[in-house]
Nanobody, 128 residues
Framework: VQLVESGGGLVQAGGSLRLTCAAS????????ISWFRQAPGKEREVVSC????????YYADSVKGRFTISADNAKDTTYLQMNSLKPEDAGVYFC??????????????????????WGKGTLVTVSS
């Protein structure tokens, strides 16, 4: 099983980045893929989630209207389009795979402790 993130980098506030999570080694269509982020000294927090089996999505309140999650099931790849980036969006972004649906975690979204597989992360830096 492997999850590989890419697309991070340095961007000015207000700019955009597109993160990619390439999956292999498991049935991509049977899993939910979540994006988490972790800033220095802070806990890992969920950003967004997509159920590959029905396309339903979840977004943290802090990114609603700015971030969009999508997937290409034929390529076993999930994307996170991040627009109008803010300095507080900076951190290491991880993708993770889970058997549970995004909605199974309730209104606060997926929990890091519940994920089955993790990527190594990609760093996003937002300059003010």
């Amino acid at each position: 099983v492997q999850l590989v993130e890419s697309g991070g980098g340095l961007v000015q506030a207000g700019g955009s980045l597109r993160l990619t999570c390439a999956a292999s080694g498991f049935a991509f269509g049977d899993r939910a893929i979540s994006w988490f982020r972790q800033a220095p000294g802070k806990e890992r927090e969920v950003v967004s989630c997509m159920d590959n089996f029905d396309g339903s999505t979840y977004y943290a309140d802090s990114v609603k209207g700015r971030f969009t999650i999508s997937a290409d099931n034929a390529k076993d790849t999930t994307y996170l389009q991040m627009n109008s980036l803010k300095p507080e969006d900076a951190g290491v972004y991880f993708c993770a795979a889970d058997m549970l649906a995004c909605s199974d975690y309730g209104s606060s979204g997926p929990k890091a402790a519940g994920m089955d597989f993790w990527g190594k992360g990609t760093l996003v830096t937002v300059s003010s």
